[in-house]
């Protein structure tokens, strides 16, 4: 046996850490459960690999990888613009599905909506590009020895300090800016907030912004590390509920930890037991986390 | 009654939480700078969702609110507190995850960036404690030290109306004294105050003018002491309270 697991958790936890940061931001700041947050992670993925074609074509020099990494400055690009996207693809759902029905008081209901709409936007990524698994980077890499029986690669490097410094800037935004102290405000009493003079639409319009842009981030991360399939964001819906609970709901920094957690107990499963026991990984943290400490780790009792 | 300077104009307003079942039917009130107006009534009157709608958090059908001459009926909530106009809710009227100065800043970012500072200070200078206990989550302050702060929220965009829900509900009568002190304090720098209690004494002691509805609708309106000095009419809508204890505190 070697540790190689733990890098190869520390790298499925980052990605898990920023979906599940969205997860948290949904929750704390419009008490809703949002179902199609894997979908966001898909869609981020493949918005990437729509637009970092073109550019790539455009401009072939773009394609050449940057130093050590396997991928280009097309990718990076596509990246970012693909984040911006996702944000727009998230406010779009919220107007057209979520809104109404929150509007309505429906919470319920806009929670089982979430499920649809889960549904309806992997099944179009399906119709797209088809089940076929594409990559964003073919290029074998040279792992780097970190310690005794660990090796990583550049890009996985770059990947886990890139999940980092996100989830680093998205605490401090909320923490430490006055865009930060509205967002909170919103998340702990709408009505209050408006009488404070805070537009609440607005502030709602920014959360899905940020919950779409950190669930394409996401969904690069893992594109980069596996195939990208239409299933790949509902696959770790679970983890991703796990990691934001564990953390403790509403708690960015809990996202971080307990996607890391999250990550490094499957990893350490698959290595100990097999892979067939993946999957049971989350639920057992779930359920883990309900039972011993409801408000997770980081998080705050109500 | 005329009023000299009139800030707040509401003419024949219909609002209800559903559209085909107003609550508030046709009520028409005025508040002056530098008055506390109070508005009294039964249970149900609709004197809380009158001024929940005054502030854009229920829908008007009809009518009219006027703020210092301008037009601001069904505005949003938000827009309201930009325009001069501020709402102290009843209940959950600051937020208990914030710090008390997260409380305050909050409020202050509808300011100009340089007025912020000078302008929490101001509210430092009105209410010590809230100085003092910046850094506690709001919601660890006690009923009273709640209430002074969400009213310190309110205060920190220079309203030109005030409005309040029940400030003294849940309150010892020593910490109402407090609070309705402070909005002696408040009115006396020029702001219309609009109050709706239950405390019919406490209020009554403070108003300079007062309304009272019964069933969505005006009932009687008049100084405090133009209602005072009708026994009939104060031991029915009043409580007895004008009888009993007089206009003193």
């Known amino acids: 046996m070697t540790l190689q697991f733990l890098a190869d958790g520390l790298i499925a936890g980052s990605a898990i850490a920023l979906g599940a940061a969205g997860v948290t931001l949904t929750y704390s700041i419009m008490r809703f459960a949002n179902f199609a947050q894997g979908e966001f992670i898909s869609w981020g993925c493949y918005l990437t690999l729509l637009i970092a074609g073109p550019i790539g074509a455009g401009f072939a020099s773009s394609v050449d990888a940057i130093g050590p990494l396997s991928v280009g400055w097309n990718v990076v690009l596509a990246g970012v613009l693909a984040m911006a996207l996702t944000g727009v693809l998230a406010i779009a759902l919220d107007a057209i599905l979520f809104r109404p029905l929150r509007e309505r008081g429906a919470t319920i209901t806009a929670v089982m909506a979430s499920f649809g709409a889960s549904m309806a936007l992997r099944a179009l990524l399906e119709v797209l590009f088809s089940s076929h698994p594409f990559y964003l980077s073919r290029e074998l890499q040279m792992a780097i020895p970190v310690a005794p029986g660990i090796r990583v690669t550049p890009d996985q490097m770059v990947l886990v300090g890139f999940a980092a410094g996100l989830i680093a800037c998205l605490h401090l935004l909320l923490t430490r800016t006055g865009i930060g102290r509205a967002l909170r405000a919103v998340g702990e009493n709408p009505a209050l907030a408006r009488v404070a003079g805070i537009d609440v639409g607005r502030v709602i319009l920014l959360t899905w912004f940020l919950v779409g842009a950190l669930a394409c981030a996401s969904g690069v991360m893992m594109g980069m590390v596996m195939q990208i399939r239409p299933t790949m964001g509902s696959d770790i819906l679970l983890p991703l509920f796990a990691a934001a609970i564990l953390g403790g709901v509403g708690s960015v920094p809990g996202a971080l930890v307990g996607g890391l957690i999250v990550g490094l107990a499957e990893a350490t499963t698959v290595e100990l037991l097999g892979s067939q026991w993946r999957a049971a990984v989350a639920f057992v943290v779930l359920i883990s986390v309900l039972l011993i400490r409801p408000t997770g780790l980081l998080g705050r009792a109500p | 009654m005329t009023v000299a300077a009139t800030i707040l104009d509401v003419d024949t307003l219909v609002a ?208 405090r002491d133009e209602l005072a000095s009708d026994t009939a009419i104060a031991a029915l809508y009043l409580g007895g309270a004008m009888v009993a204890g007089g206009a003193s505190r």
């Open chain 2, 16 to 223: 209800g939480y559903e559209p085909g079942a107003p609550i508030v039917h046709g009520v028409s009130i005025g508040v002056g700078r530098g008055e506390i107006v109070v508005i009294l009534g039964p249970n149900g009157a609709g004197k809380s969702t009158l001024i929940k709608a005054i502030a854009g958090l229920v829908p008007v059908v009809s009518g009219r609110i006027r703020l210092a001459g301008e037009d601001i009926t069904a505005r949003p909530a938000h827009a309201m507190v930009q325009r001069g106009l501020a709402f102290v809710p009843q209940t959950e009227n600051v937020f208990t995850t914030l710090t008390v100065r997260d409380n305050l800043k909050l409020a202050a970012q509808k300011l100009a960036a340089g007025q912020r500072g000078a302008r929490i200070a101001e509210m430092h200078v009105l209410f010590p404690d809230l100085k003092r206990q910046g850094d506690l989550p709001a919601g660890r302050l006690s009923g009273g030290q709640r209430q002074m702060l969400a009213v310190a929220r309110s205060l920190i965009v220079a309203p030109q109306v005030l409005m309040l829900d029940e400030p003294s509900a849940g309150l010892s009568p020593k910490v109402v004294a407090d609070v309705f002190r402070k909005l002696e304090e408040i009115r006396d720098s020029g702001v219309g105050v609009v109050l709706v209690e239950q405390n019919v004494r406490a209020a009554l002691a403070i108003a300079t003018r007062v309304y009272v509805l019964v069933e969505g609708r005006n009932r009687l309106e008049g100084t």
